[in-house]
């Protein structure tokens, strides 16, 4: 669990937990050798992690698969600026085949 040093600043969260769900979280605590409280947030900052890039990665991969297929459907031409640079890659690079 990533521990919180003192030079950082901090904000109060305050939480109504029952009993059994505080003993839960403490056993929890205790076998991984930490304070409760650095249990708490090591373990909601995971989730929150997890949470907010599942989101960001279903929402980017979404967007990107559509413009993916619409770019297979419907293809562009290379405009004179990528001919250009694409010649220029190849005097640069060779023309991709080892002798």
């Not at 305050?14 to 930490?34: F, H, T, V, Y």
């Not at 413009?67 to 990528?82: G, M």
């Amino acid at each position: 669990m990533t521990k919180t040093t003192k030079s950082e600043p901090s904000a109060r969260l305050e939480a109504r937990i029952s009993p059994e769900i505080k003993a839960l979280w403490q056993k929890a605590a205790d076998i991984e050798g930490c304070t409760l409280t650095d249990f708490v947030i090591a373990s909601v900052q995971a989730v929150a992690s997890k949470v907010i890039e599942q989101h960001q990665r279903l929402t980017l991969d979404l967007d990107d698969s559509e413009a993916f297929v619409n770019a297979l459907l419907n293809p562009t031409q290379p405009n004179q600026a990528l001919k250009a640079a694409a010649l220029r890659y190849k005097q640069v690079m060779g023309d991709g085949t080892h002798n």
